[in-house]
């Protein structure tokens, strides 16, 4: 079935290290979105993404970083200069075409933790 | 101040209907959508209205957009304890490069 594979599920950081969020997507989709959850906070857009070798900051880029060399990935580093990285992460995809109904598509998310 | 906003909470008994409401500020958008996420899951997309109409009908699920007003809001009829989750507005400010904008949820308990 077609859909977006986050992993890991869970994930803890050690202090002064950086860690990568794995999402791939098999549904074909050009454009590829992070976001990050608190309780209460809804989402936030980190880093977005609509075509191969583009990507734009979000709402709160400081401290991650992306990249995108193939269609079908996008995966999220969270460094050691974010500072407050414990979040739930949500990466999304969806196929902008215009003015046609373009809604986002979501992974099952990663918790990030600290040590 | 936000652009889409939304109670935190919402509380109502099984069998009875279940309205979550969401106010935005920007005009401009083509789709608004609704999403629902379980405990410890993603988002996953319940409905969406396109922004000429008024009102959606989908199974007991309804949706109403007043423009004039910049408010949406989502009617689940015979709300059942399944349906506890949290629920998301959003919508694409007119974007026609797949950004959406969204609220910080509102969580839906039902108690039996």
């Known amino acids: 079935d077609g859909g977006i594979t986050q992993s890991p599920k869970y994930l803890f950081r050690k202090e002064g290290q950086n860690v990568t969020l794995s999402c791939e997507q098999n549904l074909n989709h050009d454009a590829m979105y992070w976001y990050r959850q608190d309780p209460g906070q809804g989402l936030r857009l980190i880093y977005y993404s609509q075509i191969v070798n583009d990507f734009q900051k979000g709402d709160i880029a400081e401290g991650y970083s992306v990249s995108r060399e193939k269609k079908e990935s996008f995966p999220l580093t969270v460094t050691s200069a974010q500072k407050n990285p414990t979040a739930f992460y949500l990466c999304?995809?969806?196929?902008?075409?215009?003015?046609?109904?373009?809604?986002?598509?979501f992974g099952d998310g990663t918790r990030l933790s600290i040590l | 101040g936000e652009d889409v906003e939304q109670s935190l909470f919402l509380s109502v008994r099984e069998g009875d209907s279940s309205v979550i409401n969401c106010t935005y500020t920007?005009?401009?958008?083509?789709?608004l959508y609704w999403y629902k996420q379980e405990p410890g899951a993603g988002l996953q997309l319940l409905t969406y209205i396109f922004s000429n109409m008024d009102m959606k009908q989908d199974q007991r699920l309804t949706v109403l957009l007043n423009k004039k007003d910049k408010h949406l809001s989502l009617r689940i009829a015979d709300t059942q304890t399944g349906d506890s989750a949290i629920y998301f507005c959003a919508i694409d400010r007119g974007s026609t490069l797949g950004r959406l904008y969204f609220g910080r949820g509102t969580q839906l308990t039902v108690w039996p």
């Open positions: 920007d005009s401009s958008s083509t789709y």
């Open positions: 999304a995809s969806s196929n902008p075409t215009g003015f046609s109904n373009q809604p986002q598509h």
